[in-house]
């Protein structure tokens, strides 16, 4: 199974926008209020490559269910025609089972390189929702700098 094209493209598109954010804070200091609206913004962004990846994902996992699927029933099929006669498939019944056991084995390199591509997808997602933790991370350290948001961590529950 090859990845889809609008996986691809949503990969590369938040890749190039996180990769352009971390160069433009590498060579401009930048205000702390006008930071933090910039890593709200990067944010935003950063949230909607990790919810567009997780989709592709998501569909690309359905596709593969529904394969997995189809090379179980073939699975099922030849294991029924095999499960016959305790001498072999009967002669009446070869040319179908035949045909079934040669479909399920020219399937399996391909489920083998659609397992391999949803690793590798996956993976991918993986990076983007990290570097969307991290600068959320950033934006809510430098909002308790900047005295916007409370840290609510060391403060006593009340009674």
Known sequence: MRPTR?????????????????TIDYFRPIPPDV????LRS??????????????????????LRTSDAHFDSLKSMIDY???????????????????IFNDYNDAIPAREAAGDTLRAHE??????????????DSAMALARELGVLRDTSTTEPAQ
């Open 6 to 22: 609008g996986f691809l493209v949503m990969l590369a598109i938040g890749v190039t926008a996180l990769a352009i954010m971390a």
């Open 35 to 38: 930071q933090l609206r910039a």
């Open 42 to 63: 990067q944010l935003s962004t950063a949230r909607g490559a990790a919810d567009s990846c997780q989709a592709a994902l998501n569909e690309e996992e359905a596709r």
């Open 81 to 99: 025609y095999e499960g016959l006669d305790s001498r072999g498939v009967p002669a009446d019944s070869y040319d179908i089972y035949i045909a």
């Open 123 to 136: 993976k991918a997602c993986h990076a983007i929702i990290e570097r969307h933790n991290v600068i959320a």
